[in-house]
C-alpha cells in the first residue's frame, strides 16, 4: 500500500504563482511515474504533468506548458510543480497520482487551487 500526500495550493491572484508537492510513502515499493491532474467543477480529471522515475525530463499538458514545472526529490519520493503566471483558468483541485510497479493508481486527497482577484 502508497499513501500519497499532497501540499500547497490555495488563493492566489491573475499572474501569481504556487507550488504543490506530493510525497509517495510505505514500504516496499518501487515507483513507475507521478503526476498531478487537475479537475473542473463538472469535468473530468485531466493530465498536468508527470514524471516517469526511471526517465530524466518530466512530460506537460499543452495548457500548462511554459508555466509550470515539475521537479523531483528522488531520495523522498516527491514532486514538486510550481505555477507561474496563473490564471483564473487554472482554478480546479489538483491530486498526484502515484504509480508503482504491480499496481493501479494511488491519489491523494486533493488540494484546491483557487486564481482570483
Known amino acids: 500500500q502508497v499513501q500519497v500526500e499532497e501540499s500547497g495550493g490555495g488563493l492566489v491572484q491573475p499572474g501569481g504563482s504556487l507550488r504543490l508537492s506530493c510525497t509517495a510513502s510505505?514500504?516496499?515499493?518501487?515507483?513507475?511515474?507521478m503526476a498531478w491532474y487537475r479537475q473542473f467543477p463538472g469535468k473530468e480529471r485531466e493530465f498536468v504533468a508527470q514524471?516517469?522515475?526511471?526517465?530524466?525530463?518530466?512530460t506537460y499538458a499543452r495548457p500548462v506548458k511554459g508555466r509550470f514545472t515539475l521537479s523531483r526529490d528522488g531520495t523522498k519520493n516527491t514532486v514538486h510543480l510550481q505555477m507561474n503566471n496563473l490564471s483564473p483558468e487554472d482554478t480546479a483541485v489538483y491530486y498526484c497520482g502515484v504509480v508503482i510497479i504491480g499496481a493501479n493508481t494511488f491519489w491523494g486527497q486533493g488540494t484546491q487551487v483557487t486564481v482570483s482577484s
Open positions: 514524471f516517469d522515475w526511471a526517465g530524466t525530463s518530466p
Open positions: 510505505g514500504s516496499n515499493f518501487r515507483l513507475l511515474t
